[in-house]
């Protein structure tokens, strides 16, 4: 599904120049669970949000089926992102004026469903994480774990190829995040979706069955036969 070849992104800062990626070889299966592990400052974000289509290398080929994302204008990327790809960050950025169903509907509109759709969809995909009694309910009126469910919502509902979880459960206490863990990791049994996802979690590192580190920039992936 994805090939990354070469891929590197430099910043400049003031007279510095930072490699994020430095010329990062990857390849991810259709159906595949890789998590991206690493110290801070070592890459992992910048490489999610290039799989995302959200940043473009310094220099290299980001593909996804086929299609090098780094060449594409800006509405072709928007186009592919509200298709085929689902997001979930650590921060939820769920809009705090909108019910649970309101924000995962917010999904589908780019998509051209008509309201009654969007509003049928939406609720099912809050009953399959567990909330289909909180439809109504504000994010205000939500713990911290609940609005994360509304967030991996909002991202399936569209029945992505691809889910994008930055650091999903930092901000989870240990029982949220198993949790939370469970949800993703059977949404991405139940629709064959390919799952990439940073943690800094060691325990969540240890039971993927790919495992990709970045450090300074440079990639090493492992594989767990056991998980």
Known sequence: MYELRNVTKRYTRGKDTVHA?????LTIGEGDRLVIQGPT???KSTLLQMLGGLDHPTSGEVSLDGT??????????TKIRSENIGFVFQSFNLIPTLTAQ?????????LGIKVRERRELAAEALESVGLGERLAHLPSEMSGGQQQRVAI????????????????TGNLDEG?????????????KEHG???IMVTHDSALAKKAPRLATLRKGRITVTENTGA
């Open 68 to 77: 090098d994302l780094a060449r594409l204008t800006e509405a072709r990327l």
């Open 21 to 25: 990626l430095d010329g990062i070889d």
């Open 41 to 43: 400052g070592g890459g």
């Open 102 to 110: 309101e924000n995962v509907e917010t999904a589908l509109v780019p």
């Open 176 to 188: 949220m995040r198993d949790e939370i863990m469970d949800v993703l990791e059977r949404l991405w």
């Open 193 to 195: 979706l390919t799952f």
């Open 153 to 168: 919502a909002r991202a399936v509902v569209k029945k992505p190829k691809v889910l994008l979880a930055d650091e999903p």
